[in-house]
């Protein structure tokens, strides 16, 4: 089946100030993915990624990221975004 991405946010900004966080499932596992850091010489920020057991553990994960950024205006992305 592969990974499917199944929730996204943003942080409502743009350029270097950007940031984004991912849920993935397989139907069984999950992963947590976001952008880190500033764009190398390429213009691309590299992908934290942390595989979790849970829905429950990937949602909490994520949370506690967007809660490290408490200034960021969290959105989650309309489905059709993350597609």
């Known amino acids: ?17 950007q940031r984004r966080i991912w849920l993935y ?3 069984t596992l999950w992963r947590v993915e976001a ?9 691309e920020r590299p992908i934290w990624r942390s595989p979790t057991g ?18 960021d205006d969290w959105r989650e992305m309309p489905q059709a975004w993350i597609e």
Do not use: C, F, Y
């Open 1 to 17: 089946m592969g990974w499917i991405k199944d929730v996204s946010w943003w942080n409502g900004l743009r350029g270097q100030e």
């Open 25 to 27: 499932t397989d139907g």
């Open 35 to 43: 952008r880190q850091g500033p764009s190398g010489n390429n213009g």
């Open 54 to 71: 849970t829905e429950a553990e990937a949602h909490a994960l994520a949370a506690a990221m967007r809660a490290r950024n408490p200034g």
